[in-house]
């Protein structure tokens, strides 16, 4: 089982920059493929980014590509999203989690354990 807790969450302002870390429990970590979401009030929780367990594979959403950075440290057990150019729509709370399967990874249920979130707030 592995437990994850985010945080580096905030509020900026719009073209600013924040950085998320999510912290990981247990020695299995870098086994895990690894996922960020985010849900904004009222709307559903979206897929924003996910890195292979080897950090070879990324890919993101498009609403967030070339701004964010997914990463992760497998010694230190330790996923980051680095958010670069950050507008008033990336405001949500923003998850992490890991998931034990392959593929795309790029939905809610493929992925097996969750952080409880961290606000990231962006003023206009």
């Known amino acids: 089982q592995v437990q994850l807790v985010e945080s580096g969450g905030g509020l900026v302002q719009a073209g600013g920059s924040l950085r998320l870390s999510c912290a990981a429990s247990?020695?299995?970590?870098?086994?895990?493929?690894m996922g960020w979401f985010r849900q904004a009030p009222g709307k559903e929780r979206e897929f924003v980014a996910r890195?292979?367990?080897?950090?070879?594979?990324?890919y993101y959403a498009d609403s967030v590509k070339g701004r964010f950075t997914i990463s992760r440290d497998n010694a230190k057990n330790t996923l980051y999203l680095q958010m670069n150019s950050l507008k008033p729509e990336d405001t949500a709370v923003y998850y992490c989690?890991?998931?034990?399967?392959?593929?795309?990874?790029?939905?809610?249920?493929?992925?097996?354990?969750w952080g409880q979130g961290t606000q990231v707030t962006v003023s206009s």
């Open positions: 989690a890991a998931a034990r399967a392959v593929g795309d990874l790029l939905r809610q249920r493929d992925y097996d354990y």
């Open positions: 247990g020695r299995t970590f870098s086994s895990y493929a």
């Open positions: 890195i292979s367990w080897g950090a070879v594979a990324t």
